[in-house]
């Protein structure tokens, strides 16, 4: 944990004149999970498509293993270890699962693709008993799962994931958080938005809260699930109450801890 | 009670796959309805087949005693049976405000006799209809946003921005497909409250998806389980939980403990 792999320095971006990040700042370290929170509109996949190269800043810095990576093309990160699952849009429905790994491997060379592959479907068993099926008919958890699979076939160092939970039911979301956390105990940093902010705090080992295009908090993801101004800010009431008995007491939608 | 909307029977095949498969359910009126189950239950395929974007095989839609299963889209809408989606349907190239002006039903300006006739009517409603639609923006922190084009808001501001305009349209029954998917934990609070408040004063029914058990357990009396197509539970919202069927379909470990 003590390399920083990935560092945004005072980011600006904007959509045309609309500014959407107005200075933010991120740290990624080896190996760490981090989480990105905040209102609708903070600008949080915006970061994430600033730092994947999909959007040029205005003004700041993305550095990747200390290099300067801004504006650097969004297949020449995932070549030096940096890929991307965006929300929607992540799979090709009409290609099977198998293919959809092989199109996902094309950044490593020839010889590497039917091997990574592979590995693939022994970290996701349950891709490898459905290979051959199409990825427009797998179940939401499914499709989700196959899209993080079809970003680590490039074996990246750091995964940058943009609302991994949403649409899914509670035992899809587990499904996809439980592989998030195999994921990460592989040595793979993540770095996530969430509205699952309590779930995806949990999990983390750092948070960022980001409001109107800026860092408004950050911290341990501990430490910012039991800060009162958070919760009251982000996190909403009926999730302080579960996040309270997530450690004894069932309760809807935690898991087991 | 009542039942405002009446589903019978209803069936809805793609190919071989039956989609939804035989459901049967009342939506009482003024109530909060919840629908769940696992992705793929056939949940938005009902919502399309309510709402008329798809047609039934099989089976009977009646909303509020008239059957709507063979009405065009436009033609419930207007008989005040509106629905948001799950991936909103933006106008990027309108502002903000249009976006919820156009939803506002009974405008005599629409008409040139009303226009011609009734100039002061038609200014009146037009104020009135831009004080409700500001109210509305308030309400889901678009405000700040209303002169700007839609296409720049993000993904989870588009999906307040479809709610918004759904409840300028004043409805009778709104169908919502994952309201809070993709919205802030804080905000998607106050809408909750919102939505209880319209219950209470104007008798809004609400049939809504949702994948979050809390919010269902929260804002919900009555919740409708389906499970590949089709209906395996209903009732209140703690009885329902407790159903092994439900558990097994869908909360599986994470709401089994």
Known sequence: MSEPLLEVNDVEASYGEALVLRGVSLTAFEGELVAIIGPNGAGKSTLLKVIYGLLRPTAGRVLYRRDDVTGVRPEQLTRIGLNYVPQLGNVFPSLSIAENLLVGSVSLPRTERRHAVNEMYTQFPLLAERRRQRAGTLSGGQRKLLAIARALVTRPHALLLDEPSAGLSPQAMELVFNKLAEVKDRGIAIVMVEQNATRALALADRGYVLDMGSNAYEGRGDSLLRDPKVTELYLGRSTIASSSTSTSAPSGINPPT | ?257
């Open chain 2, 1 to 257: 009670m009542t039942a405002i909307l009446e589903v019978r029977e209803v069936v809805r095949a793609f190919g071989g796959l039956r989609a939804v498969d035989d459901a049967s359910f009342d939506v009482e009126t003024g109530s909060i309805t919840a629908l769940i189950g696992p992705n793929g239950a056939g949940k938005s395929t009902l919502f399309n087949v309510i709402s008329g974007f798809l047609s039934a095989e099989r089976g009977r839609v009646q909303f509020e005693g008239r059957r709507i299963d063979r009405a065009q889209p436009h033609r419930i809408a207007r008989r005040g049976l509106v629905r948001t989606f799950q991936v909103p349907r933006t106008l990027t190239r309108m502002s903000v405000l249009d976006n919820v002006l156009v939803a506002a039903t009974r405008h005599p300006g629409e008409r040139l006799n009303g226009l011609a006739l009734r100039p002061g009517d038609a200014r009146r409603r037009e104020r009135t209809a831009r004080e409700r639609a500001a109210e509305l923006l308030t309400l889901f922190r678009l405000d700040g946003h209303a002169g700007e084009y839609a296409g720049v808001l993000s993904g989870g501001q588009r999906k307040l921005l479809d709610f918004a305009r759904v409840l300028m349209a004043e409805p009778r029954l709104v169908l919502l497909d994952e309201p809070m998917a993709g919205v802030n934990p804080a905000l998607g609070q106050q809408l909750i409250e919102h939505v209880l408040r319209l219950r209470t004063e104007t008798g809004m029914t609400f049939l809504f998806v949702e994948h979050d058990l809390d919010i269902v357990m929260e804002a919900s009396d009555h919740v409708i389980v389906m499970n590949e197509g089709r209906v395996i539970a209903s009732g209140g919202p703690e009885e329902v939980r407790g159903d092994q069927r439900v558990v097994d379909a869908y909360l599986g470990t994470a709401g089994a403990q």
